[in-house]
């Protein structure tokens, strides 16, 4: 009987630190861009315009358009 009550206890603890664990779901809000002020030409390829894009302090960037520029992007 004891090792029971062992062993409800430690499945309850479990299924709650397992249930905590789903109910935290990452949000994210909106995304806001702007063209970015260094990248020159035209954005071919999205890694180099979201490397440029980390040193003007953004978070990340993409290239986008007809045009092909490089977009930097922040959550807003």
Do not use: I
């Not at 905590?20 to 994210?28: C, G, I, L, Y």
């Not at 990248?39 to 302090?57: A, M, P, V, W």
């Amino acid at each position: 009987m004891e090792m029971g009550r062992k062993y409800f206890g430690v499945m309850c603890l479990l299924f709650v630190l397992l249930a905590s664990q789903e109910a935290v779901v990452p949000s994210w809000g909106r995304v806001c861009e702007t063209q970015s002020r260094s990248y020159l030409g035209k954005c071919l390829n999205d890694y180099t315009c979201r490397s440029t894009c980390h040193t003007e302090g953004f978070p990340g960037g993409n290239c986008h358009g007809f045009r092909r520029r490089c977009f930097c992007s922040t959550n807003c």
